[in-house]
């Protein structure tokens, strides 16, 4: 795509290719003294998972130590750690949630 020509020279405009930010898994993990329910809770509240799936996940939680809740860029990824280790330590749990880049 030639735009203009200065004394026999030709510029062309590139376009910048921009990579996609890079993806975190969000997982919760697995311990031994919250309850299923409450898991139930966190991943409806905070991930917007239907109940069947909610207890999918928590059910592979509790099989196999972690779960993964979704795929976010980092900002939104961290915010869901966050949110999930506000609102266990308010009730008074002890849940954990990380992040993982993918």
């Given amino acids: 795509m030639a735009t203009r020509s200065r004394e026999g020279t030709v510029l062309e405009t590139r376009k910048a290719r921009v990579k996609p930010p ?4 969000v997982i919760v993990l697995n311990d031994d003294y919250t309850p299923m329910e409450f898991v139930v809770i966190v991943l409806q ?4 998972m239907s109940r069947e799936k909610a207890t999918q996940v928590m059910l592979k939680v509790h099989r196999e130590g972690m779960g ?3 795929l976010y860029p980092k900002d939104i990824a961290t915010t869901k750690v966050e949110q999930v ?3 266990s330590k308010k009730h008074q749990h002890p849940l954990q949630c990380v992040m993982e880049e993918n």
């Fill in 22 to 25: 890079p993806m975190f898994k």
């Fill in 85 to 87: 280790a506000s609102y």
């Fill in 68 to 70: 993964v809740c979704g």
């Fill in 45 to 48: 509240k905070f991930f917007s």
